[in-house]
């Protein structure tokens, strides 16, 4: 990164309806509130159809955790979801949908929307990232781009992340990241005075929360995460009740 933001301390931003919601430093803008809920805010399971995870599992082991919910984001697609959130009713476990798409300049996490009319270019890859963005910003979705520093090809935002217009956070925890790339994106997320979400961005029962985002203020539905995050009422960590063993 370069010295565009590095060391930085903002105060405040255009990319935010909420103006100033950093303090000093990351995560001290968050000392003496108390900690409402955690919840892990990128899951898969086998309906992204790259993994055999079993939805009832991952909610388990969530459970086990002492999780106080999680967002599903399966690739591509929203619908996909849905039999997840049928499992969940039985389950006594918080269970919200998002999806993640793929762009030509990286992944993103999109909140909010309620089917897959969102996607109006006919393919799943590729799609263009700045007319996602105003499709669901028009749905009333909120947009955060996931892992937005690791290297994954010749679609992978880095240092672009500053540049782009329209979101409402960054993941600053990826559970599948190097604790290098989070770095990054929590001080990129620090200098576009954004809030931070963390999210294991599981594939495998092993990998659930490892990352997750704490909320300030209850969350029980999607209009409820969503107004925590355009609030600032989040924030993204490495979950402290993680463990690999089941």
């Not at 499992?87 to 929307?113: C, F, M, P, S, W």
Request: with cysteine; aromatic share 8%.
């Amino acid at each position: 990164m370069t010295s565009r933001w590095r060391g930085s301390s903002p105060t405040t931003s255009s990319n935010h309806p909420s103006g100033s919601i950093w303090s000093s430093s990351y995560p001290d803008r968050c000392a003496g509130v108390w900690r409402l809920m955690w919840i892990d805010t990128h899951c898969h399971t086998k309906y992204s159809y790259d993994n055999w995870l079993e939805p009832v599992a991952l909610i388990r082991r969530a459970k086990a955790l002492g999780l106080d919910g999680i967002v599903i984001t399966e690739h591509y697609s929203y619908e996909a979801s849905a039999p997840v959130e049928a499992i969940a009713q039985g389950e006594g476990l918080l269970l919200l949908r998002g999806v993640e798409i793929a762009t030509d300049r990286g992944h993103l996490l999109a909140y909010g929307v309620e089917d897959d009319a969102w996607n109006i270019w006919g393919r799943d890859h590729w799609l263009p990232m700045e007319e996602v963005i105003e499709r669901l910003q028009k749905l009333g979705a909120i947009c955060v781009p996931a892992h937005p520093f690791r290297e994954v090809g010749v679609c992978c935002l880095l240092e672009r992340l500053l540049d782009v217009v329209g979101l409402d956070a960054v993941e600053t925890h990826n559970g599948n990241n190097q604790d290098t790339d989070n770095d990054l994106a929590i001080h990129a997320a620090k200098h576009m005075v954004l809030p931070g979400l963390g999210g294991s961005d599981c594939h495998k029962v092993p990998a659930v929360g490892r990352c997750a985002t704490e909320f300030f203020q209850p969350v029980s539905n999607m209009a409820d995460f969503i107004g925590a995050v355009r609030a600032g009422n989040c924030l993204g960590g490495y979950y402290p009740g993680y463990s690999m063993e089941p």
